[in-house]
């Protein structure tokens, strides 16, 4: 069965300092892999997506992700950290038409 | 602008009643679903509709209904038979996927969230 698991439920990060949510996958076959965030009462946003190609991944809001297929990760990055990037963020795998989503990782920027 | 729209935002339901979340969006997109989502749980798929007039359940659809008349429309219905109704409700879109693994991005509304009276 086709899965995702993100193993932090929050990461803390000083405003400026480079930031990583991890994600990692369990799929049959090529993975369709995609990062949404999530702000307060508020629906989610797509910030990238990997279909096929390179492996870095770029996306909104200056959100990269690298995807490595090695050791099933697709984890999230972004150099310098913003206080409003706090928010939750949710990796999801596609699988039968539909998305299975992670059960999601809550970013906190301190100034 | 174009997006997703879901109404209301607040809804309380009491023992017994039935209750409708609305959502229309005017993307043009052909998928639609609808999620569950719980503190620390992340999104469970409820309903999900591929085209007008068709609909599949998700993995948690006990005690919800859909309905698909219109591509604009996809309201759920949270009937009595849901015992812990209680939760954030999203509304989502997406053009068609090339082959049977979703390969476009969802579009979410602003969400419903339902309580108990």
């Known amino acids: 069965a086709q899965s995702v698991a993100q193993p932090e439920d929050q990461v803390n990060v000083a405003e400026g300092n480079p930031l990583t949510v991890k994600c990692t996958y369990s799929v049959s076959g090529n993975p369709y892999l995609f990062w949404y965030v999530q702000y307060p009462n508020r629906g989610l946003q797509f910030l990238l997506k990997?279909?096929?190609?390179?492996?870095l991944v770029k996306g909104s809001y200056g959100f990269e992700a690298e995807f490595n297929k090695s050791q099933t990760s697709f984890h999230l990055k972004k150099p310098s950290a913003l206080v409003s990037d706090s928010a939750l963020y949710f990796c999801a795998v596609g699988s039968s038409y539909k998305l299975i989503f992670g059960s999601g990782t809550r970013l906190l920027v301190r100034p | 602008d174009g997006g997703i729209t879901q109404s209301p935002k607040y809804l309380f339901r009491k023992e017994g009643q039935n209750v409708t979340l609305s959502c229309e969006q005017n993307?043009?997109?052909?998928?639609m679903y609808w999620y569950r989502q719980d503190p620390g749980q992340g999104l469970r798929l409820i309903y999900y509709s591929q085209i007008v007039n068709d609909f599949q359940k998700g993995d948690i659809a006990e005690g919800y209904s859909v309905s698909r008349e219109k591509k604009e429309s996809f309201p759920l219905t949270v009937t009595s038979a849901q015992k812990n109704p209680t939760a954030f409700y999203l509304c989502?879109?997406?053009?068609?996927?090339?082959?049977?693994?979703?390969?476009?991005?969802?579009?979410f509304g602003d969400g419903t969230r339902l309580s108990i009276l």
């Open positions: 990997y279909i096929t190609g390179d492996n």
């Open positions: 989502a879109s997406s053009t068609p996927s090339t082959g049977s693994r979703p390969n476009q991005p969802q579009h």
């Open positions: 993307l043009n997109h052909d998928a």
